[in-house]
C-alpha cells in the first residue's frame, strides 16, 4: 500500500471514529463535520474508493445535506452500478418476505418497501417506509426508515438469519430463523407502535445494544417496558402543529402494547411498487432509484 492509500485509509478511519461517536453520543452536528472532513481529505487521495464515497454520502445524508449526499451517492454507483433482478431474484425476494405485523393500534401506515439484495452475500435488506415517527413530527423527514434483513441459503432457500433493527440495535434470535422455516421461509416480525422498532420472534429475552466497533462502545438501548412507560405519558412532542392530529400518548395497558395482531402483507408492496434491486448500497440506490422523498438513513447491513 502507497503512503497515500495509507493516509486515505487513516482519514477515514478517523472519520467512521467521529461519525460513530455522533450516532452514539447525541448526534453532536460539530463531530458529524469533523466525520466529512476526514472523509473528505480520504477521498482527495483516494477518488476511486466506492467505500469512501459512501460514507461521505451517508453522512451528508444524516445532516440532511440531501443534495451533497445525492451527489456522493450517483458517484457510488457509477463506480459500483446495481444490477436490476432477473425474475428468479424477485421470486426469491417474494418468497422471503417477512410477515410484517403492527400494533392493533398503530396510527401511521406503511407507505413503501425497498428490497435490496446484496450481490456477494446470501442475504436481503428489506427497508420498510412508515409515514412517519410518532416522537418526530417536525424533522423534515416525511417518512420513518425501518429495516429487517433475511439471511439464507441460496442452494436450499431457507432462512438461516433474521436480523431486524430496533432503535440503532440489531437483533437477531434463533426462535425467528425456526419460526421462518415453520412458515415457508417467512419470518415474523413485530412492530412497536409509533416508533416501528422491528422485532423478530423470540425480542422478549433480548437485553438491546447498539455496538459501535470503531470507538470500543455498547449502549443500552431502551427495551419494549420502558418504551411503554414513556409513551403511556406522552410523546416526545405533542403540541408540534404537524402532530396535532396524531395521537398524543399510548392508550392501553402493556399487554395492548404488544398486541402485534395488525397484518401486513409485504408481498402486496412488493409486487404492486416494484423497488427491488441488487446492490451492495442501500442508501444509494434507494437515493437515487426510488424515494421522492427524505429519510433518515440507517445501517445498510446487519453485520
Do not use: C
Not at 11 to 31: C, D, K, P, Q, V
Not at 187 to 193: D, E, G, K, P, S
Not at 226 to 247: G, M, V
Request: proline share 5%; hydrophobic share 40%; charged share 30%.
Amino acid at each position: 500500500m502507497g503512503l497515500n492509500m495509507t493516509m486515505a485509509k487513516n482519514y477515514f478511519e478517523n472519520g467512521e471514529m467521529h461519525r460513530e461517536t455522533y450516532e452514539a453520543f447525541g448526534r453532536n452536528l460539530l463531530i458529524l463535520n469533523k466525520a466529512i472532513e476526514n472523509y473528505q481529505r480520504a477521498i482527495k487521495l483516494d477518488p476511486s474508493n466506492i467505500l469512501y464515497h459512501y460514507q461521505l454520502g451517508y453522512a451528508y445524508h444524516l445532516m440532511r445535506r440531501l443534495m451533497e449526499a445525492s451527489s456522493e451517492y450517483e458517484v457510488v454507483l457509477k463506480l459500483d452500478p446495481p444490477r436490476m433482478p432477473s425474475e428468479a431474484d424477485i421470486k426469491l425476494v417474494h418468497k422471503f418476505a417477512p410477515r410484517l405485523f403492527a400494533n392493533i393500534k398503530e396510527y401511521f401506515k406503511l407507505k413503501d418497501l425497498v428490497a435490496v439484495i446484496h450481490p456477494e452475500k446470501s442475504i436481503i435488506a428489506y427497508n420498510l417506509f412508515w409515514e412517519d415517527d410518532i416522537d418526530y413530527p417536525g424533522d423534515n423527514d416525511p417518512s420513518d426508515h425501518e429495516v429487517v434483513w433475511i439471511e439464507f441459503d441460496k442452494k436450499k432457500e431457507k432462512v438461516t438469519g433474521v436480523y431486524t433493527y430496533f432503535h440503532m440495535a440489531i437483533l437477531s434470535t434463533e426462535e425467528a430463523v425456526k419460526d421462518a422455516n415453520l412458515h415457508n421461509q417467512r419470518a415474523r416480525i413485530n412492530v412497536q407502535w409509533g416508533e416501528h422498532g422491528s422485532l423478530p420472534l423470540g425480542w422478549e429475552k433480548l437485553h438491546p445494544e447498539a455496538v459501535f466497533e470503531k470507538i470500543g462502545k455498547k449502549i443500552k438501548i431502551k427495551n419494549m417496558a420502558q418504551r411503554y412507560q414513556e409513551l403511556i405519558k406522552s410523546i416526545k412532542n405533542p403540541f408540534h402543529p404537524l402532530a396535532r392530529d396524531w395521537p398524543k400518548k399510548f392508550t392501553g395497558s402493556y399487554k395492548d402494547f404488544i398486541n402485534f395482531s395488525k397484518y401486513i402483507e409485504l408481498r402486496r408492496f412488493l409486487k404492486k411498487k416494484k423497488m427491488i434491486i441488487i446492490s451492495k448500497w442501500p442508501n444509494a440506490v434507494i437515493n437515487q432509484y426510488f424515494l421522492t422523498y427524505n429519510y433518515f438513513p440507517k445501517k445498510q447491513w446487519p453485520k
